[in-house]
């Protein structure tokens, strides 16, 4: 069982900056692919970008590309959301998952994990 705990949102200004953190329990964290996504009120969760195993691989959803970068660092056994240009409809609780696959990623059906989920709110 793998426990994932999403840290570092929190509110920011349109055009601000967060870099959320996501730190796993497993030591095997580098088995795993990552991948973050996001859930607007009154909206269903949606993929924001994922990692692949080495992290050599990474994927972005149209609407955050440019924006967010998403990396790993396995010696940590933490996952990384960086985001930029921070707009008000980047406003969700934003959530990490592992994934025992290394292809695809862009579907919650994929993963295998969750975390509880950080608050993000970007102000206009």
């Known amino acids: 069982q793998v426990q994932l705990v999403e840290s570092g949102g929190g509110l920011v200004q349109a055009g601000g900056s967060l870099r959320l953190s996501c730190a796993a329990s497993e030591r095997t964290f580098s088995n795993y692919a990552m991948g973050w996504f996001r859930q607007a009120p009154g909206k269903e969760r949606e993929f924001v970008a994922a990692?692949?195993?080495?992290?050599?691989?990474?994927y972005y959803a149209d609407s955050v590309k440019g924006r967010f970068t998403i990396s790993r660092d396995n010696a940590k056994n933490t996952v990384y959301l960086e985001m930029n240009s921070l707009k008000p409809e980047d406003t969700a609780v934003y959530y990490c998952a592992a994934s025992y696959s290394d292809y695809g990623l862009r579907r919650e059906s994929e993963y295998d994990y969750w975390g509880q989920g950080t608050q993000v709110t970007v102000s206009s």
């Open positions: 990692i692949s195993w080495s992290g050599g691989s990474t």
